[in-house]
């Protein structure tokens, strides 16, 4: 029975990472992901696949858990993946931080806006930017949420 419900948990982990991949990368060529809901869709399935993995963390000593702080034994190349994930998505939160201000209509015209203050007036052009900017934050963040749990329960050897 373990074993089925890590395949399903590995499985939905691994089309949230898939999901996430797709719209991040789309955001390089300037799409979005203009569904209603949009980017907010990405994380759903994320407390499905990651509360397991962290009950199972918390249920294992320290001293048995790997380099990367899970239960199990990962090969070297699933703990390369991971830290090359993280490395990204955290340098992806920085560069999404330090752009000012969320874009934003308001009275038919496109601005910036922070913390509900107005920042400046943008152009149409300006304003997709910032979207597309917004959403490869977002799904990038993502990203190293649906991996970790994908290749707990895909590759770890647990006891």
């Known amino acids: 029975m373990r074993k089925h419900l890590d395949a399903f948990f590995g499985a939905l982990a691994l089309c949230g990472f898939a999901a996430s991949l797709i719209?991040?990368?789309r955001t390089?060529?300037?799409?979005?992901?203009?569904?209603?809901?949009?980017?907010?869709?990405?994380?759903?399935?994320l407390p499905v696949?990651?509360?397991?993995?962290v009950l199972q963390t918390y249920r294992t000593p320290p001293e048995q858990r790997n380099i990367v702080g899970l239960p199990g034994e990962l090969p070297w190349w699933a703990i390369a993946v991971l830290i090359a994930?993280?490395?990204?998505?955290?340098?992806?939160f920085l560069v999404?931080?330090?752009s000012n201000g969320s874009p934003e209509v308001s009275d038919g015209r496109y601005v910036l806006q922070e913390?509900?203050?107005?920042i400046?007036?943008?152009t149409a052009q300006?304003?997709?930017?910032?979207?597309?900017?917004?959403?490869?934050?977002?799904?990038?963040h993502m990203l190293p949420f649906y991996l970790m749990p994908a290749i707990w329960f895909l590759v770890a050897k647990k006891a």
Do not use: C, K, M
């Open 28 to 45: 390089f060529w300037g799409y979005t992901l203009d569904l209603p809901g949009g980017v907010h869709l990405l994380p759903l399935a």
């Open 23 to 25: 719209v991040h990368l």
């Open 85 to 92: 994930v993280f490395v990204y998505a955290g340098l992806n």
């Open 115 to 118: 913390h509900g203050r107005v």
């Open 126 to 140: 300006q304003y997709r930017e910032a979207v597309v900017r917004q959403v490869r934050g977002f799904s990038g």
């Open 49 to 53: 696949v990651f509360a397991p993995l």
């Open 120 to 122: 400046r007036e943008i």
């Open 96 to 98: 999404s931080v330090v």
